[in-house]
């Protein structure tokens, strides 16, 4: 057994046929040249990460089970211990197999040989060529490409392109949860449409694309509701008003808080989920969001999740940072659960508890056109703030976000 992961790689990678792996590589750029030591794990011949990193002049980052290795503005994430790797950022994960996996030893993370010598000479082939003979990799340099006028910027500091989608929750038969203080008559579902069609007017009036999920009282399925932001869309927000089922004080809670994708970390964020996530019942002849029982499409949700989790984290923190200055009560802070409308978003997603319902304070704001407007500037001025974050770190500072 110890001898198949060198037989995939006589089959697969660019060595001389069969060949033993050689003690170390070199990696010659316009830096300079580094050699780079070869260990073999199981079997595999493998590259600390860090040292390939420096010689290449790219990112390394590594956040749980994941580790990013970023180069020449492209991005490789490999899962450790799993044999393959995912590329770039897209609606659909693009996957690379490989013949053994990154690994984790003490201190060091390594990377397998064969990504030097195979996956990085083949898809980025007008910068690296790999010598079979040298065990050699070399960087001939960024392609000359020819660039039209730079595009103008937007007056927030913004290019041109970005496309958010805004979800006001519920709508139609479906009224929200219990609305016990919103004044006159309102339900959970007139508040997140009121604040919803501010925010698109707030985030066009700022440069920014809108997409609606909803614009009327009408139901829209919660697992037709992620996927309208696809590959063209940046940022998928969706708008709820919370509320606490009866028990001691539960009136006297209140306050925002926003959510990114995960399993629930509090019994409140997972009381939360279920009540949002109860909306289901009222789709007629619709099936469920995905509920992982598919092992295959499990595993690519998985990927696409964990890809723009860092993301969807970053922007739901500048939520709770923007809304202070909207809303009068208490920063409940970011939270992480199970919501089905964020399960099946194709790009970073975030749902805003806007406040609760249950309270009378909390009930004032929501229900006062002020109050729905105050809260709308602050998620676009959040928005504006993660997309100009999001241009830095990928790299968007010369090219304009229409072509990502």
Same mark, same amino acid.
């Not at 909803?214 to 998928?236: E, N, Q, V, W, Y």
């Not at 995960?262 to 289901?280: F, L, Q, V």
């Not at 199970?338 to 009930?363: K, M």
């Given at each position: ?135 050699? *990799?070399?960087? +001939? %340099? @960024?392609?000359?490409? =020819? ?6 910027? #937007?007056?927030?500091?913004? $290019? ?61 399925? *919660?697992?037709? +509701? %992620? @996927?309208?932001?696809? =590959? ?6 969706? #708008?709820?008003?919370?509320? $606490? ?64 989790? +860092?993301?969807?984290?970053?922007? =739901? ?83 304009? =976000?229409?072509?990502?």
């Amino acid at each position: 057994m110890i001898l198949l992961p060198l037989v995939l790689l006589c089959a697969s990678a660019p060595l001389r046929p069969c060949a033993p792996p050689p003690q170390a590589i070199s990696i010659t750029t316009p830096r300079g040249d580094t050699r780079v030591p070869v260990s073999l794990v199981a079997g595999a011949p493998m590259l600390p990460a860090g040292l390939v990193a420096g010689a290449l002049g790219g990112r390394l980052a590594v956040v749980d089970d994941w580790a990013e290795l970023t180069i020449a503005t492209q991005s490789y994430r490999f899962l450790i211990g799993a044999p393959f790797l995912v590329r770039g950022i897209s609606a659909v994960p693009q996957v690379e197999p490989l013949a053994a996996g990154a690994v984790a030893r003490a201190d060091t993370l390594l990377l397998p040989l064969e990504f030097i010598s195979t996956i990085l000479p083949r898809l980025l082939k007008e910068r690296y060529t790999w010598d079979p003979v040298a065990f050699r *990799l070399t960087e +001939r %340099g @960024p392609p000359v490409v =020819a660039r039209g006028p730079t595009p103008q910027r #937007l007056p927030n500091g913004l $290019l041109p392109g970005h496309q958010v989608v805004v979800d006001p929750g519920h709508g139609g038969i479906d009224p929200g949860n219990p609305s016990l203080y919103l004044p006159r008559g309102m339900k959970e579902k007139d508040v997140a449409l009121a604040v919803g069609l501010l925010l698109r007017d707030e985030l066009r009036r700022r440069g920014i694309q809108v997409r609606m999920t909803r614009a009327t009282d009408t139901l829209i399925k *919660l697992g037709d +509701r %992620g @996927p309208m932001c696809s =590959a063209a869309c940046d940022l998928f927000v969706s #708008l709820h008003v919370n509320s $606490l089922a009866r028990r001691p004080n539960y009136t006297q809670t209140r306050g925002y808080e926003t959510y990114f994708l995960s399993e629930a970390k509090t019994e409140d964020a997972a009381a939360t989920a279920r009540m949002e996530n109860e909306a289901i019942r009222y789709e007629v002849g619709g099936e469920t969001p995905p509920d992982g029982s598919d092992p295959l499409g499990f595993i690519f949700r998985d990927l696409m999740v964990n890809e723009h989790l +860092r993301e969807s984290a970053r922007a =739901a923190a500048l939520m709770q940072d923007h809304l202070a200055s909207a809303h009068p009560g208490p920063d409940r802070g970011v939270r992480q659960a199970p919501f089905a409308v964020l399960r099946t978003a194709r790009r970073p997603a975030v749902l805003v508890e806007l406040g609760f319902a249950t309270n009378r304070q909390d009930s004032a704001v929501l229900g006062a056109r002020a109050g729905q407007r105050a809260l709308a500037k602050a998620i676009a001025d959040a928005v504006v703030t993660y997309l100009l974050e999001y241009e830095r770190r990928s790299g968007q500072s010369e090219i304009g =976000a229409t072509s990502r």
